[in-house]
């Protein structure tokens, strides 16, 4: 009776706790997002319980405390799932929150996702250490340290938190890069860098300007504004938009106002289709800088996410034709739950889809002009993508 008795209050004590963060989470959420249904509880929920009561009573072992349960409950729900992009985000690692509050934080400079169950470079940050180091969209990260990724699969969050460190210090990674037999490493030093997103000019020996959006950021779209005003007054008579390595970022403002100074007033530029499949428009922005102006956009896989909604808007339209390689295919939203003990749900919650209707996620955008940039052109500094946006400028096809 004892044992029926300790058993049960254990379950009970468990329980109150596990209630208490669950009911902390939900109240957060239902005060988020207040039009949102109440989710049910599963009637079979009870077996969880079961289980768990097994595990308390009867596990040869050290049994974590609630929190870690907790977490490995959820993690457990959402791999179900199939999403590599919902995904729970535990409190900061006390060494690295130590790091934060020095202010001596710094990183490697890589844009992360996971691909196939891989930890996959989507693009270097330009001028960082991952892009001085020859890292490259695509490449597959084997290890981080000593940590084995093939045997222990990561979030792209925990990537991050590994990489990042006291400025000065290093980081090993082992890498499988594309075209290269044998995996590779690179000891990387983490730093503080700048982070452009806007870098333009004119094009040498011709009358075509040149921007090229690293990412999109809250100052991006007043950046590109302001790089396209300045090649106008040097009167150029094209454009080559260049979203190679972009891995996206701020949503909707930038691409919104970016595509509105290519497209007419209201042009959907992106249609967000929700799990009850409703479906919402963002139509583009007022700022109408190059209605007319000639236009070509270079794409690689490393264009992702924002990034491809701007460059699928603009190929929809026959605003301009994109040259370059078949994008990466992030088309889903995801959005960020904080929950009660400072972890947090990165959950999706929506898929995008171009003006017509075309999905993104998992397919990416086919270039209308094909063409390849091989690490041979890349040794001997040469950009034939670059040279066929040109040569399409001067030629009209």
């Known amino acids: ?98 790091t934060n509050l020095q202010g001596n934080t710094g990183d490697v400079g890589l844009n992360l996702d996971i691909r196939d169950g891989l930890l996959t470079i989507i693009s270097p940050v330009p001028n960082s250490p991952a892009d001085k180091a020859g890292l490259r969209a695509s490449d597959i990260i084997l290890k981080i340290g000593n940590r084995d990724l093939t045997q222990t699969p990561i979030t792209v969050q925990d990537a991050a938190n590994l990489l990042r ?62 790089a396209l005003d300045s090649l106008k007054t040097q009167h150029i008579t094209g454009l080559v938009l260049d979203l190679r390595n972009n891995p996206g970022g701020l949503f909707p403002d930038p691409v919104l106002d970016i595509a509105g100074q290519f497209l007419n007033n209201n042009a959907v530029v992106v249609i ?8 919402k428009p963002y139509n583009a922005g007022s700022r109408h800088g190059a209605l007319d102006l000639p236009l070509v956009v270079l794409v690689n896989d490393g264009t992702a996410s924002a990034a491809e909604i701007l460059a699928g808007a603009l190929q929809d339209y026959k605003r301009g034709v994109l040259i370059g390689e078949p994008t990466y295919g992030k088309g889903t939203v ?56 040109i040569d399409y400028l001067k030629k009209g096809s």
Do not use: C
Not at 70 to 77: C, E, F, L, P, S
Not at 177 to 205: F, H, M, Q
Not at 272 to 279: H, I, V
């Open 165 to 226: 460190g006291p400025v000065g210090s290093k980081v090993t990674l082992t890498i499988h890069s594309i075209g290269v037999n044998t995996p590779i490493t690179a000891d990387l030093t983490r730093e503080t860098y700048a982070l452009p997103t806007v870098n333009s000019k004119v094009l040498p020996g011709t009358t075509f300007g040149y921007i090229q959006v690293s990412m999109e950021t809250a100052e991006t779209a007043n950046e590109f504004a302001a």
């Open 334 to 389: 995801q959005e960020i739950r904080q929950l009660s003990d400072g972890s947090a749900l990165h959950i999706t919650i929506a898929t995008w889809y171009t003006p017509k209707h075309n999905a993104i996620d998992g397919k990416g955008l086919q270039p209308d002009i094909a063409v390849p940039l091989t690490d041979q052109d890349i040794s001997k500094s040469i950009d034939p993508q670059l040279n066929r946006a």
């Open 272 to 279: 967000e289709r929700y799990r009850d499949g409703t479906e």
């Open 1 to 98: 009776m004892r044992s029926v008795l300790r058993g049960l209050a254990v379950a009970l004590l468990a329980l109150v706790v596990l209630f208490a963060a669950f009911s902390a989470g939900f109240g957060l959420n239902y005060y988020q997002v207040k039009t949102q249904p109440a989710t049910d509880v599963p009637q079979k929920f009870s077996l969880f319980w079961e289980a768990f009561r097994i595990v308390q009573e009867q596990f040869y072992g050290s049994i974590p405390n609630p929190q870690v349960l907790t977490h490995g409950a959820i993690r457990g729900m959402l791999s179900s799932l199939g999403d590599p992009h919902t995904v729970l985000v535990e409190p900061q690692p006390a060494k690295n929150e130590q």
